[in-house]
């Protein structure tokens, strides 16, 4: 179940071109309704750390600026391959989610895509992330991979939703794993939760569980 129907999510703009800037827009609303929220309503967005994991394992920070649209940087690679682009967002305020069944929560968010650079093989990207999706292809099929603190997480619903706001559900078998059969070209996102209930304090404030929500961009041609 994943409990907020709102959410973020990342989207690249760039030529797949060594020494050529791609563009990383950070987006909020609700994907599978065409819902892309504006103005004000972005603000806390800026909560949300960008960073690039390039083919070597370095790491870079993305400077973010909002716009009325969406939050948007821009990293330039250097060689050819698989670059991870990830978001954590782990200093949000506790929340009152009793609407969402949630109780008093503290809510950690993660959004991840990945960016091809050359003619390189799409090599499975390495999850850096405590809850994290990555993606593989398997022939005509994609493979999704749910992980919880680099272990794979079993028995947990994942959210696929394609370009033309069609949503599946999938839960993942015993290898954190599902798979699905595209329909078509373009933007897919895949959208996991896991809800951690033991209680805690988080900056002065009492919570009864840690919700954890991870985004994953994907993109099929």
């Keep these: 179940m994943l ?10 703009k760039g030529s797949g071109k060594v020494n050529e800037p ?3 827009l950070l987006f909020y609303g609700e994907y599978a309704s065409e819902i892309r929220e504006k103005g004000n309503k972005l603000d806390k967005m800026a909560d949300i750390m960008v960073s690039v994991i390039d083919v070597s394992g370095n790491k870079t920070a993305i400077k ?5 649209t969406h939050w948007e940087g821009f990293y330039t690679p250097t060689q050819e391959g698989n670059y991870q682009i990830l978001g954590i967002n782990d200093t949000r305020e506790v929340q009152d989610w009793h609407k ?36 593989s292809k398997q022939g005509e099929f994609i493979a999704l991979t749910a992980y919880k603190n680099n272990v794979p997480l079993d028995s947990t619903k994942i959210i696929i939703i394609n370009p033309q706001s069609w949503e599946k559900i999938k839960t993942t078998n015993e290898r954190g794993r599902v798979t699905f059969l595209p329909t078509g070209k373009g933007m897919y996102l895949a959208e996991i939760e896991w809800i951690d209930k033991t209680p805690g304090n988080f900056k002065g404030k009492d919570y009864e569980t840690i ?7 994907l993109i099929v041609d």
């Design 3 to 12: 409990s907020v129907a709102h959410g973020y999510w990342l989207e690249t």
């Design 22 to 24: 791609v563009k990383i």
């Design 64 to 68: 973010m600026t909002q716009t009325d």
């Design 100 to 135: 969402h069944k949630l109780g008093i929560t503290r809510p950690v968010q993660f959004v991840r895509t990945n960016y091809v650079v050359g003619n390189s093989p799409q090599s499975t990207p390495k999850t850096f992330q405590f809850l994290d999706i990555v993606a």
């Design 211 to 217: 919700r954890y929500k991870s985004e994953t961009t």
